[in-house]
């Protein structure tokens, strides 16, 4: 079965740089979720699209934004990189007309030097 | 604000001993508690969820216990084995709702290590 993607699955970038982390969702999922994972912390919610809007925000930087593109896919644009940045990045898909579970992608790690 | 809280914070057993992870939720809206199997680097893995409408759930090894009024939830796993040496989070939504405002909000994690 098709699973959630996301590219690239590494990622070094300088500080002050800027970075793009994609999410390709399971075929016919609208619904799109990012979280960020600090080392040794949890999954904390940042953003969720719904039909290719914006639909809930969390504790996202304003140097972060996002979108959700016509075929579903999404991008999570990221300026002005500090070291704090460094943090796994999860999305996770899901279909609004069945159950809650999310399905995780294999996560990109970014690493700000 | 939402919160969750997730005790304990590391947990180490011996093979075949059984392993209970417990959390508290403030978000009263809360209806929808996965938990989470994580290995180190990678993606976290769905191991089992419960609905408010139900007080406990069991597969195989792996149950989930409700007690909506007191706003907890636990896991509890029988008859440890090595493999299940993991990060174990869980997470309380408000779904089912509809555009995207399912968000998971996560407890701190457990760290479950099972001896040998």
């Known amino acids: 079965a098709a699973g959630v993607i996301q590219s690239p699955r590494h990622l070094i970038k300088e500080k002050r740089e800027t970075a793009t982390l994609k999410c390709y969702p399971i075929?016919?999922?609208?619904?799109v979720y990012w979280y960020q994972q600090g080392p040794g912390q949890d999954p904390q919610f940042l953003i969720s699209?719904?039909?290719?809007?914006?639909?809930d925000k969390g504790s996202i930087p304003d140097r972060f934004s996002a979108q959700q593109f016509s075929d579903y896919h999404s991008e999570l644009n990221m300026s002005s990189l500090e070291l704090g940045d460094s943090a796994l990045y999860f999305c996770a898909s899901t279909h609004e007309a069945s159950v809650n579970e999310q399905f995780f992608g294999p996560g990109t790690r970014l690493t700000v030097l | 604000g939402e919160n969750v809280e997730q005790h304990p914070s590391t947990l180490s057993v011996q093979e075949g001993d059984s392993a209970v992870i417990k959390c508290t939720y403030s978000?009263?809206?809360?209806?929808?508690f996965p938990w989470y199997k994580q290995e180190l680097g990678k993606r976290p893995q769905l191991i089992i969820d419960i609905r408010s409408n139900v007080g406990e759930k069991k597969d195989q090894r792996i149950a989930v216990t409700l007690n909506k009024t007191a706003k907890h939830f636990s896991l509890h796993i029988t008859e440890t084995q090595p493999e299940d040496s993991a990060v174990y989070f869980c997470?309380?939504?408000?779904?089912?709702?509809?555009?995207?405002?399912?968000?998971?909000?996560f407890g701190a994690g457990t760290r479950l290590a099972v001896h040998p």
């Open positions: 978000d009263s809206a809360s209806n929808y």
């Open positions: 699209f719904y039909e290719k809007m914006q639909s």
């Open positions: 997470a309380a939504s408000r779904g089912p709702l509809s555009g995207g405002y399912n968000k998971l909000i």
């Open positions: 075929p016919r999922h609208d619904t």
